[in-house]
């Protein structure tokens, strides 16, 4: 079983929609990023973080440590935030030897 | 304030060779972290770099090497190169540690023959 599991890996809907991207991790982290890639390979970090709640414009990143979950959403949704989300993970407390790991991705499609 | 950069974008090798993969981070970036994208395994950590010094490796055969500079630049090296090395290899470059927020360049995408 894989560390990080994401839901769905492939979702399309209607612009407009509100979408939820989720992600389940087996491991103690001290961090959970979530990140953007564009077709042609480019990676953006859309947030870090370790407890709580984060919002940047229509994108907001929810996170459970003790269920050990956290969740994406996109509101109004628009054809631009079509992508490949990425959920990654950094090992903690003190146990960041591994680097980030890494779900499989959600390939997201924003239909006009 | 420029992006990280990675070089060359595209590169042609065939089996056995080697090939060094450059990466330049965000001025004030000291950690360098690399990464390894195939469409089976998806993202996987190589290593991480900080202060010219590796500090964290992922599990990969010791033909995959790199190292740091003073001024943060980073290469990465594979050598006896095999056709499941073909890949996307980005790097990401972070404040101080691989786990803070990290920076990704625009990657190398690296084609074995």
């Known amino acids: 079983k894989n560390e990080v599991e994401q839901s769905p890996q492939n979702l399309t809907a209607q612009e407009g929609e509100f979408i939820t991207i989720n992600c389940s991790y087996s491991v103690g982290i001290s961090a959970l990023h979530w990140l953007q890639q564009h077709p042609g390979g480019g990676i953006v970090s859309l947030f870090m973080?370790?407890?709580g709640k984060k919002k940047h414009g229509r994108l907001i990143a929810t996170i459970n440590i003790q269920e050990k979950h956290s969740s994406l959403h996109i509101t109004a949704s628009h054809p631009r935030d079509s992508a490949v989300y990425i959920c990654a993970v950094a090992r903690g407390p003190g146990g960041g030897a591994d680097g980030l790991t890494f779900g499989k991705g959600t390939h997201l499609i924003i239909q006009p | 304030k420029a992006g990280v950069t990675q070089t060359p974008r595209y590169l042609i090798k065939t089996r056995g060779q080697q090939v060094t993969l450059s990466c330049s981070p965000i001025?004030?970036?000291?950690?360098v972290s690399w990464y390894q994208q195939t469409p089976g395994q998806g993202l996987q950590f190589l290593f991480e770099?900080?202060?010219?010094?590796?500090?964290n490796k992922g599990n990969f055969p010791g033909r995959f090497s790199g190292r740091q500079f003073s001024n943060s630049r980073s290469e990465m090296n594979v050598s006896t190169l095999e056709l499941g090395d073909s890949a996307l290899y980005l790097c990401?470059?972070?404040?101080?540690?691989?786990?803070?927020?990290?920076?990704f360049g625009p990657g190398t995408r690296l084609t074995v023959l």
């Open positions: 770099y900080f202060s010219e010094t590796q500090r």
């Open positions: 990401a470059s972070s404040l101080n540690h691989g786990r803070d927020e990290q920076f």
């Open positions: 001025s004030g970036h000291r950690s």
């Open positions: 973080l370790s407890s």
